[in-house]
C-alpha cells in the first residue's frame, strides 16, 4: 500500500509543479489554488507512505517520479526540447529510482 500512496503523491507533484507554470506566479487564482492544493495533497501522501517505506527510498522515488513527470509535461505541453541528452538524463533519474528500490532492504 505504501508503494501505491507513494505513486500517487509523486503524480500530484507533476499535477501542482503544471499548475503553477499556469499560475502566472500566483497571479492565476485557479491554477495557483490548484497548484496549492494538490501540493498539499501530495505531501499528505507522501507522508502516508513513509510509514510504511524507507526514507530514502520513498523520497527519491517521489522526486524522480515528480521530476521526470513534469521534464515530460514540459516536453508534451510546453514545447520545451527532447533532446537526447535530456531524455538519456531523465531515463537515468527512472534508473536510478528504480535501483534504490531494487536493494532496499
Known amino acids: 500500500m505504501g508503494w501505491v500512496l ?3 503523491a509523486g503524480l500530484l507533484e507533476i499535477v501542482w509543479a503544471t499548475a503553477l507554470k499556469h499560475a502566472d506566479g500566483f497571479a492565476r487564482p485557479v491554477p495557483s489554488a490548484v497548484g496549492i492544493a494538490t501540493a498539499a495533497a501530495s505531501f ?5 507512505a513513509l510509514k ?3 526514507v530514502g527510498t520513498a523520497y527519491a ?17 510546453f514545447g520545451e526540447p527532447a533532446s537526447p541528452a535530456r531524455l ?10 528504480a535501483g534504490l528500490k531494487l536493494v532496499e532492504g
Do not use: E
Open 44 to 48: 499528505y501522501l507522501l507522508a502516508l
Open 88 to 97: 538519456g538524463c531523465l531515463a537515468l533519474i527512472l534508473a536510478g529510482v
Open 52 to 54: 510504511s517505506l524507507p
Open 61 to 77: 522515488a517521489w522526486v524522480g517520479i515528480g521530476t521526470a513527470g513534469v521534464a515530460v509535461a514540459g516536453i508534451v505541453a
Open 6 to 8: 507513494l505513486v500517487a
